[in-house]
């Protein structure tokens, strides 16, 4: 059975540690991450991904005027529990295919989220992906979780 959720925000921005602004579909290139993003590159973490359902996490512990990008993930999905998803899970994401490099990432220090309601997801909630084939993704677009086996 494959698990599948979907995209429901593509987020950039040309700088690093800022939010990042929402766009209607993005190009994500092989080995570099979100074309136009400041954390493109060849490193581990070139695209950053983060589920609503941990969005409205932090909304329910009183952090105010959450959207998506706020957390500075690239991606904002629905239906999946990304944080249980191992290191090496293959994702389907639109036309792009990505691995997933690394769970959670230690917070900038005390970024706004957490000096509003004392914690932040990123760390525990947050995944980063490397691009593995290039793509096109759109808001809507199906992700699928893909294992070893189906590719």
Known sequence: ???KGRVIAINISEIK???KKTIPE?????DFGLEGDAHGGKWHRQVSLLANESVDKMRELGAKGLCTGKFAENITTEGLELWKLPVGT???????????TQI???CH?????????GQCIMPTQGIFTRVLNGGKVVCNDEITVLSGDSL
Do not use: T
Not at 90 to 100: A, M, N, T, Y
Not at 109 to 117: D, P, S, T
């Open 109 to 117: 220090h005390g970024c706004a989220i957490q000096q509003q309601v």
């Open 90 to 100: 293959k994702l389907k994401i639109g036309d792009s295919l990505h691995e997933v």
């Open 1 to 3: 059975m494959m698990i």
């Open 104 to 106: 959670g990432k230690e």
């Open 17 to 19: 540690g800022v939010p």
């Open 26 to 30: 993005g190009n994500f290139i092989q």
